[in-house]
């Protein structure tokens, strides 16, 4: 996604391109480049339609890196007029469970320490997240033009913990950290983005995404399918 010219050749008579960039690998400053090349070559390639990974609240402000800098990539996207659909989610599920986000000690530790057990966040599963933009592709009357936050599930950390108890049938274990250990791993994003979830404000109507998709996975269904 550094090479405009790669990122052409690739598009070539494409017909829509899903584009998602990684901030935890690359920084915000470099994903905010990427995107950016990546809307400005299928503008010149003549795509179709272009999907668009983002997360967050949608509105700029909260301080939050890897939002702000979505924005950044979202409103370039549209100064060049493509035909977006823009996908917005908060929390995957599988922070839960995958192993490089290193679940013991983010987010059954170091999460609901910074924001709060007790509060309600939208969550929303990879597979999910597939098959809505593939809704999104095959209908572009209905999805080009909008803005979509996705919302599978409402639950805190708390009501997730009692979950994967009663489906796995332990409690899921935790590794308690300093904030400051944590951030010298992996920068001060994530921290930052907790303590906004804090207090901060989110929309999010589970009701919504399951009238795009009638089978997407509540917090409970997934963890049935994924339990480890």
């Known amino acids: 996604m550094a090479d405009r010219a ?3 050749a690739a598009f070539g008579d494409t017909y829509g391109v899903y584009s998602v960039q ?21 503008n010149e390639t003549g795509v179709r339609h272009m999907v668009y990974g983002s997360a967050g609240i949608g ?4 301080g939050v890196p890897e939002w ?28 839960m469970t995958d192993k490089g986000f290193f679940p013991p000690a983010s987010t059954w530790h170091l999460m609901p320490k910074l924001m709060g057990a007790d509060r309600r966040i939208p969550w929303v599963g990879v597979d999910d997240l597939g098959a809505i933009a593939a809704r999104a592709f095959g209908d572009p009357d209905r999805f080009i033009g909008a803005d979509l936050k996705l919302a599978a599930d409402l639950k ?7 979950l994967w108890a009663e489906v796995i049938g332990r409690p899921p274990r935790r590794l308690p950290m300093p904030v400051w250990m944590f951030e010298r791993f992996v920068g001060t994003n994530l921290t930052t983005m907790w303590r906004w979830l804090r207090t901060g ?8 995404t399951r009238r795009i998709l009638l089978a997407v996975s509540t917090v409970r269904e997934w963890l ?3 339990q480890s």
């Open 156 to 162: 805190s950390i708390a009501e997730c913990r009692e």
């Open 59 to 62: 509105v700029p402000g909260t």
């Open 224 to 226: 049935t399918r994924h």
């Open 201 to 208: 404000d989110i929309e999010a109507d589970p009701s919504e």
């Open 22 to 42: 990684n901030p935890m690998i690359s920084g915000v400053e470099t994903e905010v480049l990427h995107g950016k090349n990546v809307a400005d070559a299928a």
């Open 6 to 8: 790669t990122l052409r």
């Open 68 to 95: 702000e800098s979505k924005l950044a990539v979202q409103a370039h996207m549209e100064a060049l007029a493509l035909p977006l659909t823009v996908l917005r989610l908060m929390a995957f599920m599988e922070l």
